[in-house]
């Protein structure tokens, strides 16, 4: 199968690029500060992506969460909200656009996505021990599971684990495991079956629709829920169209239904979804909507807001039908996709096929050299900011939790994510990346590894502290400067 999804609009030298379906029309300044400030950056927020300030960043590709590019309609949108603390008609406006795209009828309005995970698992999780089938967990979603006393188990098939692979659907749910798991633990143990669109962890791979049937097919044998995380949904109905047959002539809007038509609770990030903030738990289920119902004056705010600023609300309406729009929600995983097969040609290793979200570069291949104890994906994060003011996210072991003896359990994957956020970056920044990448991987012996010396005891990579084990980045600076001169 063809995943090069650059090559819908062909250029007469033959050359596959993805071309851009939109103009710039507000644009920011970005800054790309001498090597020499970009180490001491790193330093001073302890070689930790996450704790670098934008003044210091160049290509900020840490997350698309909340930094997509917003659409002249959602800006307009935003200055006709309805400022009011109950019944405000932006928020009628959220909910007609969840019933017309998602399709659900009841919609509860949350602050973020996490927030929608805490109430999920406050709701259903009953008892220590209750265990949560999922096609592969977020880091979030994690925490939230277990700190109501919940446990989770991540049923994918062999092949999603493989970096290099060219299954359409890694993030498919091994069926088969589903119901050996549901068979020995008891449907009474099982809350829901959580579903995420375009598995994020494991590099953006998507379900296809003929999984989510088979695992619904088996939730009604049993009578479980199937809640499904829509954070990332666009992005797998594209690759839903591109790669399940079935569904090549279907409209986006037809694939978005087909997905939440076979979830009972459908949740989402709109930092993701909808090019904005916010989020919502939704469902058909009046008996579903009203167990949760409680918990939103509670943790988020009135049931009409949600602890979400009307603004946001009416930019979530919009963006919502703008998840319609194939040619909106092609741009990023076209980037993606152009990205990823210029690695491959350059044999760095990457996650394939390309996903959504961002380019997964595998840092145990690049930085094999470097024991997964001391985080070669934070490491080879922390050397790509410093060789390029690119900012990637870690997705490895520094990602993990520890157990609650608490050991260090090592990533199945050490990942560093390099997010392509909607409508962003120009294709001249993209072959920067590869540039750099390029040069980094040909240096990449001088990568060295990283130890904690702050290290929090929940979500520990996003505030954790961290130093080098020896003094690689002096090395890599130098050798950084031989090359490229006075260049940035
Ligand atoms: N589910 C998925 C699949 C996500 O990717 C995220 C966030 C969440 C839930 C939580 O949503 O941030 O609004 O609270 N992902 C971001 C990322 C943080 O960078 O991938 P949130």
């Not at 970009?38 to 330093?43: D, S, T, Y």
């Not at 399940?244 to 979830?263: Q, R, Y």
């Not at 240096?443 to 990283?450: A, C, S, Y």
Request: proline share 4%; glycine share 8%.
């Amino acid at each position: 199968m063809d995943f090069d999804n650059t090559a819908k609009i062909k250029f007469y030298s033959g050359e596959t690029i993805p071309l851009e379906l939109h103009k710039p029309r507000i644009v920011q300044k970005i800054h790309l500060a001498p090597i020499e400030r970009r180490l001491k950056a790193l330093e001073e927020g302890g070689f930790n992506t996450f704790r670098l300030n934008t003044q210091d960043v160049f290509l900020d590709m840490l997350t698309d969460s909340g930094t997509n590019a917003m659409s002249d309609m959602q800006l307009s949108a935003m200055m006709h909200a309805d400022d009011a603390y109950a019944g405000s008609l932006s928020f009628t406006r959220m909910q007609k656009a969840v019933e017309e795209v998602l399709k659900k009828k009841y919609l509860l309005p949350v602050h973020q996505g996490r927030a929608a995970e805490n109430i999920i698992s406050k709701v259903y999780i009953k008892k220590k021990g209750d265990l949560i089938p999922m096609n592969y967990h977020f880091t979030t979603s994690l925490a939230h599971i277990t700190q109501y006393g919940g446990r989770i188990v991540e049923l994918l098939y062999d092949e999603a684990y493989k970096i290099t692979s060219s299954h359409p659907f890694k993030g498919n749910m091994n069926i088969e495991k589903l119901e050996e798991v549901i068979k020995e633990t008891g449907v009474e143990n099982i809350p829901y079956i959580r579903m995420e669109a375009s598995t994020n962890l494991i590099g953006g791979q998507p379900f296809s629709i003929a999984n989510l049937r088979a695992v619904r097919k088996i939730a009604d044998n049993y009578g479980l829920k199937i809640v499904l995380d829509a954070s990332l949904l666009g992005e797998n109905a594209y690759l839903v169209i591109q790669r399940e047959p079935e569904f090549a002539n279907s409209t986006m809007g037809e694939v978005i239904e087909a997905m939440t038509g076979l979830s009972d609770i459908v949740y989402f990030s709109a930092r993701k979804l909808s090019s904005s903030r916010g989020g919502g738990i939704c469902t058909n289920n009046s008996d579903i909507y009203h167990e949760i119902e409680a918990m939103i004056p509670l943790f988020e705010g009135f049931l009409t807001y949600g602890g979400m600023s009307v603004r946001e609300i009416e930019a979530i309406a919009v963006g919502l039908y703008e998840t319609l729009d194939e040619q909106i929600i092609c741009q990023s995983p076209q980037f993606i996709s152009y990205l990823v097969n210029n690695l491959v040609s350059l044999d760095i290793p990457v996650v394939t096929p390309a996903g959504v979200l961002g380019a997964h570069i595998d840092a145990m291949k690049f930085c094999e050299h470097i024991p997964q104890l001391q985080y070669p994906a934070g490491a080879l994060a922390a050397a790509l900011y410093m060789i390029s003011g690119i900012r990637g996210m870690e997705r490895g072991t520094l990602s993990n939790q520890r157990d609650e003896d608490g050991n260090e359990p090592v990533a199945d994957m050490e990942l560093v994510r390099l997010a392509v956020p909607r409508r962003v970056f120009t294709l001249s920044q993209i072959k920067y990346v590869i540039d750099r990448l390029t040069w980094l991987h040909e240096n990449r012996k001088l990568i060295g590894g990283l130890k904690f010396v702050y290290e929090p005891p929940v979500l520990r990579f996003f505030m954790g502290g961290l130093e080098p084990v020896t003094d690689w980045p002096q090395q890599l600076l130098a050798k950084f400067k031989e090359d490229f001169g006075d260049s940035l």
